[in-house]
């Protein structure tokens, strides 16, 4: 791995790493609301070479049922990378660290919706590595958020996930494949950006205390940026569904209205003058 970590160039002498941006920029972030009709709220992420899709469904009956709460509802997740994610073909279906990921992002995201207002049901919430390149958790994270607000399911706050870690002995924000791959540190955190609360938080290497703060400050500082961008997906998904109701309605043919109902008398009607 030494050979190839040198073979591999992270960043220049000028700060630059590999795909053209310093070590405080984000890769190309693209967000979308409603992309599935058959589910009650979806979501597509694009971020840099990752496209993720994420579906969500209820609250809906737990099943099965003795997995139940009585007094809350279950968030039950699962995230899959497809087996042609990857450049090479990933065997398909859960592995170990699918089911990981899985598990700490239900746990993120239990932190968050009002699970106490649906007893019994359960929130069930699929994500989908449509194209891997690095970062996956975190797009999968601010994409299943996205889709969450989407179907109506009452939370504290939309969570967004972010990465930063260390390349070539400098603390980067948003690490691309190279990076993750060969670099020192890799640290994937989710945050609820109105309170600040950390729902999610790991390192895979070793930085120094100094170095983690930093890492900690790119995140929380692209997070809010990302935020943004969850927002505005959300606006425009029922921007045009107010639009299209509009619409409708003004298109919608006028009930004809009802004549006024009068009482008719006849000649022959007992008490009535002619």
């Known amino acids: 791995m030494g050979d190839t970590e040198k073979k591999v160039k992270l960043i220049d002498s000028d700060g630059r790493r590999n795909d053209g941006r310093m070590p405080h920029e984000l890769r190309p972030v693209k967000i979308e609301a409603g992309v599935l009709h058959r589910a009650d709220g979806s979501a597509y992420v694009e971020w840099g070479g990752n496209k993720v899709l994420a579906a969500v469904y209820g609250p809906r009956e737990a099943h099965p049922r003795h997995l139940q709460k009585p007094t809350r509802a279950l968030v039950q997740c699962r995230y899959n990378m497809a087996p042609f994610s990857v450049s090479d073909r990933k065997r398909p279906g859960p592995d170990r660290r699918s089911n990981e990921i899985s598990k700490v992002i239900s746990e993120a995201f239990s932190s968050v919706i009002f699970l106490e207002q ?110 943004e961008l969850q927002k505005d997906a959300l606006r425009r998904r029922y921007s045009v569904s107010l639009e299209e109701f509009r619409a409708k309605e003004a298109t919608a043919s006028p009930e004809p209205e009802e004549e006024p109902k009068y009482d008719v008398y006849h000649d022959d009607q007992p008490g009535v003058a002619e």
Do not use: W
């Open 118 to 227: 649906f007893p019994r049901t359960s929130v069930d919430v699929y994500m989908e590595v449509l194209q891997a390149e690095a970062g996956t958790r975190c797009a999968a994270i601010t994409a299943a958020s996205v889709a969450i607000a989407d179907a109506g399911v009452p939370m504290r706050d939309l969570v967004v996930g972010c990465a930063s870690g260390k390349v070539g002995g400098v603390v980067c924000l948003d690490l691309n494949k190279d990076e993750d791959n060969f670099g020192e540190a890799d640290v994937p955190m989710a945050v609820v950006p109105r309170t600040g609360q950390i729902v999610l938080l790991q390192m895979d290497g070793h930085l120094t205390a100094k170095e983690f703060d930093q890492a900690m400050a790119y995140s929380l500082g692209a997070a809010q940026q990302i935020y």
